[in-house]
């Protein structure tokens, strides 16, 4: 009789008769095949025995879109889950996770950068160290200073502050204040007489705007003991201006309606206290005409 093979799809088939066997053809996805699976088919006058094998399941990756940036500012991550799953065959449901390796080629990137808008600058109290001062002699050992002040970050810029209270809650640096210093020798004779010596600027006498630093100038002996005999024109400057942030100006608005509240208002024009907060905002009509009242 005649031999032949018939093929569906996915499917491999090797029919057997009565006087033997064909080689069956291999699975045309990667070669390879399943264990044998015996059914019989049809009716015709010779009963025919099938046995086929159902090729292996095809591989694909599947690939999530990106999720949100990991940052709302600034360079940050986007992120993705990426799968490797069955894609089934005929009569072999599919769409089941497996092994990475079992999908060809690379697998894709589950990470890429992305950026967004630059952050605001941050805000934050920081010591800042001064320079160190001049020498305190003139001539042979004498010894310098320099200090800390707290300053306000914002950005790239540098506020100054009045006074060092945000910065209390902050780690100061482990750093030497004073330190000694070392100029040419003093003539001998010019070794006895007394120098001036100076101490560290104080805080700005004000909290904004334009005020006043001062430290003390003392003119004192080899001995450290206040004496006389330095050199007046070569007296240190006691005090020195300062400048902070501006102050907030008063705000000052003024009413349409413009009413005497009391009948001696009279007297104030009178007296000349219309100056006078309470008379001023209370006799407004006979004082100014308008209503003026002050907000701080």
């Known amino acids: 009789m005649d031999y032949f093979m018939k093929r569906d799809g996915e499917t491999a088939l090797h029919f057997a008769a009565e006087k033997g066997y064909i080689d069956i053809t291999k699975c045309l996805i990667d070669q390879g095949c399943s264990p044998w699976v015996k059914s019989k088919q049809g009716h015709t006058p010779y009963d025919l025995l099938t046995i086929s094998r159902y090729c292996p399941e095809e591989k694909k990756k599947e690939v999530m879109d990106f999720l949100k940036c990991s940052v709302s500012c600034g360079e940050g991550l986007w992120s993705r889950k990426v799968v490797c799953k069955s894609k089934g065959v005929k009569g072999v449901r ?7 390796d079992s999908c060809r080629g690379n697998k894709p990137n589950i990470t890429e950068s992305c950026k967004k808008e630059e952050c605001p600058p941050e805000d934050h109290f920081e010591w800042h160290l001064s320079p160190w001062g001049p020498c305190s002699q003139t001539c042979g050992d004498g010894s310098r200073s320099r200090y800390l002040r707290c300053k306000q970050i914002i950005g790239d810029k540098v506020q100054e502050l009045s006074s060092n209270r945000m910065c209390f809650g902050l780690d100061k640096p482990d750093v030497a204040m004073v330190e000694s210093c070392h100029l040419m020798p003093c003539p001998a004779a010019y070794i006895w007489l007394p120098q001036w010596h100076t101490r560290p600027w104080s ?25 006389v005999g330095c050199e007046i024109d070569k007296r240190p400057a006691a005090s020195q201006t300062c400048k902070l942030q501006p102050c907030k100006q008063k705000e000052v608005y003024r009413s349409p309606v413009c009413e005497d509240k009391y009948p001696w208002c009279h007297l104030v024009r009178e007296h000349n206290v219309c100056r006078h907060h309470f008379y001023g905002s209370n006799c407004c009509k006979t004082c100014h005409g308008i209503a003026v009242k002050y907000r701080t």
């Open 203 to 227: 805080q700005c006498s004000v909290t904004c705007g334009e005020g006043e630093q001062r430290r003390q100038v003392r003119c004192l002996n080899i001995r450290n003991e206040d004496a």
């Open 94 to 100: 599919g769409n089941n996770v497996i092994p990475d």
